[in-house]
């Protein structure tokens, strides 16, 4: 959407080549933070004759002042550099996964960092508790100080990512994600809850987190929306610096880096969330000062606080993909922004650069990556880099300033003078996680982050003493109210168990109508019979990371629970108060005519009790304060929607918010979703209920089938019944010449998903012949070098699910940026087989299968 060239909104948006724009938001972030070390300068104004679209100008972009370096410091990091073999150095620009490293791989490998991805918990749940995670920190730790055949050992440093508190550790109160802590707008709130989760992060052993995120999403299709605070980069400036304060300390106090923090990491540079169509990992179309003006500002303030590290985005900026982009990495961030800590890659990003695979990528730290993030390739990725700096493709100076960077952030942090993770402060300290103090902040947070946007005949404040009927599947979900990145890496399907210090939504509205003797009834459909005064729904999306959660508009699509539901009982007399659950503004007009009160609760996380204080106003003096920090859509082709925008034309504007009092009846909205029919086909489903979706056809040899039952001298296809009629396929191998599969008339590029280690999945049975079978795909090609991989897979008796991680195919030569059979079966002569529900998806249990296992 075009974009104002003059100022006219509630904050500056100079996505133009405007002088003033630009002097005014460097300002206004300074007043907002109101704090020493982030002192910004006007930088020059581009005229447009040196204008080239994809160049970048280093000298227009803001000037930061960033912590001193520490003579010191310095010192100690020449006597250990001079001290450092090659290899060791190799191995401290390499941070591996702990899913697929071993202490052993540590020591013998000198890395630099172990990170633990979303999935990547030690031991055999989805989480780990504190003891599992200290005992595994332990383990690298003593690895990396192990000085056998070294002459020093440098100390690693463990990062994960705990996004909204420390939410992959059980225990640990989990804060609302940063969409609702955007709209309480409270950068001391923020600041308290960055210091609690590095207190958190410290009872697991944990010393570095991967945030805060300072990402300006301006397509709410994007699946990382909720991860940013604001459409706006005024409010993400203004808690850029006080989340690092929160984390690391303030720099030049007692306690900077002390034994109460932790390291942080802005991510993802820059301008993630400005990719077209709001794809995740896409490339950011935009014009420099756009990059910079919105999407740099959060890193403004960070860095100027002292943040240690900067992640690499995965994004391209005009396409060049950022973890190559030396003018942005180099020229920018460490030059005109001074950033004197290290840049870490994300996972696998370096594999994204043209030219590069994941174990073999120079160009990444040539352009200025000072770390590789490379989880499992990190071994391969070592041999390579060595290799190149021998050759000097990587020139050791280069090599020799990464390790610097890198050295220098583990010397502020006093890595070297730290005894083993467990022996550190709060180690182990279990009971604080869920102390009245750390379970208050959570609350508080929660309830400042509810914004409201309908309330109708003042239907909140609603009466705890009346008869009160809770619907919807979010109620008694912790896990849906928390999101993704929580206890895994989608966050889905974790039970309340599993968050033994966190309370449903459910429990708090109970606890509040309990102690004011009214009654509550649960009816997580709301189909059933009621006379309830008051209905309660609590519904919304369901919980989603990364790419997994872009979707193709803003429409909400329900799913387990039906708000159709509420019509009836608002028909009957009820008022229906609704608490949408999301990651992003969604289009719910419908759901909003069906309620008398419509909260955006966003993903409130663990402290359900919040959310009751609010319906109930349990305190007189509570107000809803939260007010939107991203626009909310009129139609559901909105996703690209705003503030500042030419033609900005939301429902609820930005910075909209009702108190109890506040006389704004909304009338009816209309239903039309501005969407045409069929626009919400998923990505990554080949077959489903029968049907393969467009655009995917099945196939017999090289012929398209679009008729069933199908049948040629080499196969037969026909319709089977799974769980519904003629939802599955019977496929009959009858001569083992012609293979079957699920085609497409022109490549896609799942390179994501493969890079994401997700896998194809289906449903088989085998009904003739034995279950050995080749499951394949195949990419773009012509016929002379056809491109294709198969994996050997053994196929049961009944119907079970089939998994073949991505990867597989992918190291076989298929690319997976040019798919195009997403499903290739291979069967010979007299085998049959039943088929069905082919996608591609993550199972966190599922475990890594080749064919080869
Ligand atoms: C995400 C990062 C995250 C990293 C480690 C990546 O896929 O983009 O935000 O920090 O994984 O889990
Ligand atoms: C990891 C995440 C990571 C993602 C990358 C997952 O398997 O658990 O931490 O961000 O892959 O796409």
């Known amino acids: 959407m075009a974009r104002s ?25 300074a007043a907002l933070t109101g704090c020493a070390g982030v002192e910004t300068e006007a930088p020059a104004e581009l005229t447009p004759a040196t204008v080239d679209t994809a160049t970048i100008h280093p000298e227009i972009w803001p000037v930061v002042e960033t912590p001193p370096l520490d003579p010191e410091i310095e010192a100690r990091i020449d006597d250990i550099l001079s001290k450092l073999t090659v290899e060791q150095k190799v191995g401290q620009v390499i941070q591996g996964d702990s899913g697929s490293l071993t202490a052993e791989d540590v020591k013998q490998y000198r890395l630099g960092s172990v990170l633990s991805g979303g999935n990547s918990a030690p031991g055999p749940l989805p ?21 056998e055949g070294v002459e020093i050992a440098v100390p690693i440093i463990w990062g994960i990512d705990a996004v909204h508190g420390h939410a992959n550790l059980t225990g640990a109160v989990v804060y609302p994600h940063n969409i609702g802590l955007g709209a309480a707008n409270d950068p ?6 960055a210091r609690a989760t590095a207190h958190d992060l410290k009872v697991s052993g944990h010393d570095w987190t991967f945030a805060p995120t300072l990402a300006v999403p301006q397509n709410d299709r994007w699946g990382r929306t909720y991860e940013g605070f604001s459409e706006s980069p005024d409010i993400v400036a203004s808690y850029g610096d006080r989340i690092v304060y929160g984390l690391q300390g303030r720099v030049g106090e007692d306690g900077f880096l002390g034994v109460d923090t932790v390291i942080s990491s802005a991510k993802h540079y820059v301008g993630d969330g400005g990719t077209e169509n709001g794809i995740d990992q896409g490339d950011a179309k935009i014009s420099e000062e756009e990059l910079r003006d919105i999407h740099a500002a959060g890193y403004v303030t960070a860095v100027g606080a002292g943040a240690q590290t900067v992640m690499a985005s995965f994004s391209a900026w005009q396409g060049t993909r950022m973890h190559g982009h030396k003018p942005l990495l180099t020229d920018v961030l460490k030059g005109q922004m001074n950033f004197n800590g290290f840049i870490v890659g994300d996972w696998n990003g370096h594999g994204l650069i043209p030219g590069c695979t994941n174990t073999d990528c120079p160009q990444a730290l040539n352009a200025g990556l000072d770390m590789y993030m490379a989880p499992d390739s990190w071994r391969g990725l070592w041999h390579s880099t060595l290799a190149h700096v021998q050759s000097g493709e990587i020139p050791m100076e280069r090599l020799d300033d990464a390790v610097r960077r890198i050295l220098r952030v583990k010397l502020a942090y006093g890595v070297f003078e730290k005894d083993l993770p467990s022996q550190r402060a709060y180690a182990g300290d279990v009971e604080s996680l869920g102390s009245d103090e750390r379970r208050a902040l959570a609350r508080e947070a929660v309830r400042k982050s509810l914004v409201l946007l309908k309330n109708n005949d003042a239907a909140l404040p609603a009466d705890p003493s009346a008869n009160i009927l809770v619907v919807g599947d979010g109620a008694n979900s912790i896990a849906k109210a928390s999101g993704g990145w929580t206890l895994s890496w989608q966050g889905r ?3 309340n168990e599993s968050f033994p210090n966190g309370q449903t939504i459910l429990d708090g509205i109970q606890d509040a109508v309990t102690a004011s003797g009214g009654a509550v009834t649960f009816d997580p459909t709301g189909l059933e019979d009621s006379d309830a005064d008051i209905v309660i729904a609590v519904y919304g999306e369901d919980p989603y990371a990364e790419f997994q959660g872009d979707v193709a508009n803003v429409d909400f699509v329900p799913n387990a629970f039906d708000p ?10 009820a008022t229906v108060i609704s608490v949408f659950l999301s990651g992003r503004p969604l289009w719910t007009n419908p759901e909003i005519n069906a309620s008398d009160a419509f909260i955006a609760a966003w993903l409130p996380g663990s402290e359900g009790g919040g959310i009751a204080d609010m319906l109930f106003r349990t305190n007189p003096d509570t107000e809803f304060t939260g007010r939107l920090s991203y626009s909310w859509p009129k139609l559901a082709t909105q996703a690209e929607l705003n503030v500042g925008d030419d033609d900005y034309d939301p429902l609820f504007p930005f910075g909209y918010g009702l108190t109890y009092t506040e006389d704004a009846a909304l009338e009816t909205l ?16 080949f077959f489903s209920r029968g049907e393969a979706p467009d655009p995917w056809t099945l196939a017999a040899g090289p012929n398209r089938v679009d008729q069933l039952p199908f049948g040629s001298a080499d196969l037969q296809i026909s319709a089977l019944n799974k769980d519904a009629q003629e939802d599955s396929l019977r496929i009959d191998f009858l001569s083992g010449a012609e293979s079957f599969s699920l085609t497409s008339s022109y490549a896609h590029d799942f390179s994501r998903e493969s890079n994401g280690a997700m896998e194809l999945a289906f449903s088989a049975k085998v009904i003739n012949g034995d279950g050995n079978v080749q499951v394949g795909m195949g990419c773009e090609s012509d016929d002379a070098t056809p491109c294709m991989a198969t994996v050997p897979v053994t196929i049961g008796g009944d119907w079970s699910e089939v998994r073949v991680t991505l990867s597989c195919f992918a190291g076989r030569g298929v690319s997976m940026d040019s798919l195009q059979d997403a499903l290739i079966l291979n069967g010979e002569a007299g085998q049959s ?3 069905s529900d082919v996608r591609i998806e993550q199972d966190a249990d599922a475990i890594p299968n080749c064919g080869d296992a």
């Open 5 to 29: 060239t003059l100022i006219r909104s509630k904050f500056q948006r100079a996505g133009r080549l405007s002088a003033t724009g630009l002097t005014s938001i460097l300002v206004l972030s």
């Open 493 to 495: 399907d974790n039970p």
């Open 833 to 835: 087989f039943g088929l």
């Open 564 to 573: 159709a539901t509420l019509t009836a009982h608002r028909a009957r007399g």
């Open 670 to 685: 209309p239903e039309d979703s501005g969407l045409a029919p069929g626009a919400t086909a998923q990505k990554g489903v």
């Open 127 to 147: 989480y780990a508790d504190a003891q599992t995670w200290l005992d595994a920190a332990d383990a690298y730790f003593a690895a990396s100080i192990d000085p």
């Open 188 to 193: 001391d709130l923020i600041e308290a809850i």
